[in-house]
């Protein structure tokens, strides 16, 4: 699958108010993410390298102690590990392209549990 188009793709709710679709290959995954205005991503880290792109909209972020508002145009990148928080600011939904290195399986395991597929689909 060598071309996708991030429309297309069926979303799956991360947490509340925070719907996410995927594409992944063997050492990277593209995470296409939709925040609702207030969503608040927790307080969290992980072991993956996480980098990304702000698409649409304004996110307060923070990663580790550096707290910002990330607006479109903005790139960011998390080291494995590292603690990292974010809340949608205004009105606007906020479009984010996450990018994680190696893929998250978590992610495939539910991003997987919702997708439907055809009986020739493979999974691997």
């Not at 069926?10 to 925040?35: C, R, Y």
């Not at 990148?77 to 479009?95: L, M």
């Not at 399986?105 to 997987?112: A, F, K, S």
Request: aromatic share 10%.
């Amino acid at each position: 699958m060598p071309f996708v188009n991030a429309s297309e793709l069926p979303s799956f709710e991360l947490f509340p108010k925070a719907l996410s679709a995927i594409v992944h290959g063997d050492q990277l995954m593209l995470s296409f993410l939709e925040l609702a205005p207030g969503c608040e991503i927790p307080e969290h880290s992980h072991p993956h390298e996480q980098a990304g792109l702000i698409l649409s909209g304004s996110l307060r972020f923070r990663i580790g102690d550096e707290e910002r508002v990330a607006v479109p145009g903005d790139a960011f990148i998390i080291p494995g590990n590292v603690v990292h928080w974010g809340i949608v600011e205004g009105e606007e939904v906020a479009k984010v392209l996450d990018i994680f290195s190696p893929p998250r399986e978590d992610y495939i395991e539910r991003y997987n549990q919702y997708t439907k597929t055809n009986p020739d689909t493979q999974w691997t």
